[in-house]
């Protein structure tokens, strides 16, 4: 009797603490739940704010101004900031051109200034960085003669603006992060990055002295994921400096277009994502249900009899929704992560 007393009353004062305990799991639970339950359309928070980055960011830092010519059949565009501290060669993605990344201007009049393009350029102006963008020949990038090509262009346009003593980076998307992989065995840049692809390296035989790499990849993208792992252990393994930056979704509102588009007003941006929620292309949360090139959007619009829309800003509205579901587009959300890897590699 004395032994069971005294059990109970130990069970007894143990009660609260048990209580509490439960209560405290029950709640981390709930919050668990809250945040990742996708089909309410709850998403985590983002690590960064797409609201702040304004396509008029620059406004006061740095204007375009580029100059454009044509050399070994291909089109370069360029721009020379003053005292300039490095070089920048930008590789577009299949079917990209370098008209992609300058503003339409007399300068370059045939110049469609796409949001994430012009925005890489900006960032890289602004940093001090002259910047060059040059043509594929075809539709994607091919590594074969078309390396020596473009080896051939930066080295002869380099030295015409006496450059020749500044570091050289790259960054390619896509089909130009594939060619960029394979023109740094070609050509001696300080660093590169490689965005939305993995780039060449089962088929080359990478060096000791190849350049720091950052892969900037979107991790919806499973399989390229999986290669970026694999190839990260590789070049470590070659004692190669390499750093990798994830691209995750955001959500759209009512402003994101016109922060971001040129030309794009507040008024028609709103409009497009009140169709954009009223199709059902977006969640309550404003993230996209697939991606923007899954989507009707634009057969959407045309039914909106009261909406008119200028045909020009249709592949910048793409570019846009393909970015906010971060399966596979260009990106400049992350440039001060890719001028920080430029700059910590300039010596």
């Avoid at 501290?85 to 300058?102: D, Q, T």
Wanted: charged residues 25%; neutral net charge; contains cysteine.
């Amino acid at each position: 009797m004395l032994r069971r007393g005294h059990k109970s009353k130990l069970w007894n004062s143990r009660v609260p603490v048990l209580a509490i305990s439960l209560a405290f799991m029950l709640v981390l639970v709930i919050l668990f739940l809250v945040l990742h339950n996708d089909s309410d359309g709850e998403k985590p928070s983002l690590a960064y704010e797409v609201s702040e980055q304004k396509w008029s960011s620059f406004d006061s830092l740095v204007k375009l101004h580029p100059t454009r010519e044509f050399r070994n059949g291909t089109d370069l565009i360029w721009q020379v900031p003053e005292s300039p501290k490095g070089v920048m060669f930008l590789a577009h993605g299949c079917n990209g051109r370098s008209i992609n990344f300058w503003d339409k201007s007399p300068e370059c009049p045939n110049c469609i200034g796409l949001p994430e393009e012009r925005l890489l350029v900006l960032h890289g102006l602004a940093q001090g960085f002259a910047v060059i963008t040059i043509s594929s020949a075809r539709t994607c990038w091919s590594f074969g003669k078309e390396v020596l090509v473009v080896k051939d262009i930066l080295e002869w346009w380099i030295g015409r603006r006496k450059l020749e003593k500044l570091p050289l980076v790259a960054l390619g998307a896509s089909s130009g992060g594939y060619f960029v992989s394979v023109l740094a065995t070609a050509v001696k840049f300080n660093s590169i990055v490689i965005m939305i692809a993995e780039g060449m390296f089962e088929e080359m035989d990478v060096k000791e002295d190849y350049p720091p790499t950052l892969f900037v990849h979107m991790p919806k993208d499973l399989y390229r994921q999986q290669k970026i792992d694999e190839y990260v252990e590789v070049l470590k393994g070659k004692g190669i400096d390499v750093g990798v930056v994830e691209c995750m979704e955001f959500p759209l509102s009512p402003n994101t277009l016109a922060d971001r588009i040129p030309g794009l007003d507040l008024t028609l941006s709103r409009s497009l994502f009140e169709i954009f929620q009223g199709k059902g292309f977006v969640d309550q949360n404003g993230y996209m249900r697939k991606d923007g090139r899954r989507i009707k959007w634009e057969k959407a619009v045309e039914e909106k009899k009261t909406l008119s829309l200028d045909k020009r800003l249709v592949p910048h509205i793409q570019e846009e929704l393909n970015l906010a579901f971060a399966s596979h587009e260009m990106t400049s959300i992350h440039s001060d992560q890719i001028f920080k890897w430029f700059e910590s590699h300039m010596g």
